[in-house]
C-alpha cells in the first residue's frame, strides 16, 4: 500500500496520483458511434440498393466497418485520459499515439466551467473546462462524475485564488 509524502497529491515515489475518467463516458461515445454509423449503414444500404442496384448496397457495410474500428479506437482513447491534482498544479495526460501531457498550474487559472449537455446529463457525466491566460493551455476533463466535477472546480477555484493572490 502506498502512503503520501509530504507533497499533496504524490505517492511516497513521487509520482502523481492519477485519477481516470468513469466508465459513463465510453458507453456514451460508443452508443453515440452506434447511432450515427448505424444510421449512414441504414440510409446507404437503402440509397444504394433502390438506385444502383442490391449488389450496391453492400458498401453499407463500411460504416459497419467503421463501428468496429470505431469500437476499439474509444476503448484505447478513454483509456489514456487521466489527471492529477498535485500540490501547484493539475495534470491532465491523454492520447494514444500522440501521447499529450498537459500542466496548468492553478495559479493560472481564471475560470474554470462545468458543464454537462442533455445527453451527458443522461448518462451521468459532466465536463470541466479550465481557462488560462494563454489559450494554448486551456485544458478540459470530460467524463466526470458531477460531484466529483463540482469539487474540482470549487478546489480548483480555491487553490486559484491562493495561488494568483501575487499577480
Partial sequence: METGSPEEGTTAGGEPVWTALRPGLLRLRRLLLVVWLGLIAVAAGVVLGLTAGPLWSAFALLPVAGAVWGWRVLGRNWRSWRYAERADDLLISRGVLWHEETVVPYGRMQ????????????????????HTAAAATDATIPGLDPAEAERLRDRLTELGEARSAGL
Fill in 111 to 130: 475560470l474554470v466551467e462545468v458543464t454537462s449537455g442533455p445527453v451527458e446529463r443522461r448518462f451521468g457525466l459532466a465536463t470541466v473546462q479550465l
